[in-house]
């Protein structure tokens, strides 16, 4: 950002609480961009006694992990995973419970992970061009992300 979304003034640095932020030069308006991080749910999708991991379209060729996306306005955690389930796999989700919540500073956003129970016949959106099913003991975490979440949720069985 570089300019005030109130005022269309320029934003510059302020420090607050010990923290840099961009804020409106003119004092008078008094907006701060306090650079929140952004809501993500993420989904460790159960089907057929398998966990699905999917790969996006913009990932590397063998990057594979869980179904995530955005919360909509006014939308609760747990509808929005079943919501993103639907959109991008066409499953229908059974149960949902969550497995955590998880910093995810890279990307400037809090991971709300759940253990979904899916049932039906995976159709690709837009989003995604792949899935693979893979034993549960055969699941391997990974060292960021929604990784933690598998990680966690894999000391439950």
């Given at each position: 950002m570089k300019y005030c979304p109130f005022c269309?003034?320029?934003?510059?640095?302020t420090e607050r609480e010990g923290k840099t932020y961009l804020a409106c030069a003119d004092v008078k308006c008094g907006f701060v961009h306090w650079n929140n991080p952004v809501p993500v749910v993420a989904a460790i999708i159960e089907l057929n006694d398998k966990v699905l991991l999917a790969h996006n379209v913009s990932w590397p060729e063998k990057m594979f992990g869980l179904v995530s996306g955005f919360l909509d306005e006014k939308e609760a955690?747990?509808?929005a995973v079943k919501r993103e389930i639907k959109e991008e796999l066409n499953l229908n989700t059974q149960e949902v419970k969550l497995v955590g919540v998880?910093?995810?500073?890279?990307?400037n956003q809090v991971i709300i992970a759940y253990h979904a129970k899916?049932?039906?016949t995976v159709t690709l959106n837009e989003e995604l061009d792949d899935y693979k099913l893979i034993e549960k003991s055969k699941l391997k975490a990974w060292n960021f992300g929604t990784g933690f979440a598998v990680r966690d949720w894999m000391k439950t069985f």
């Open positions: 269309a003034n320029e934003l510059t640095t955690p747990d509808q998880y910093p995810f500073e890279q990307m899916c049932t039906g």
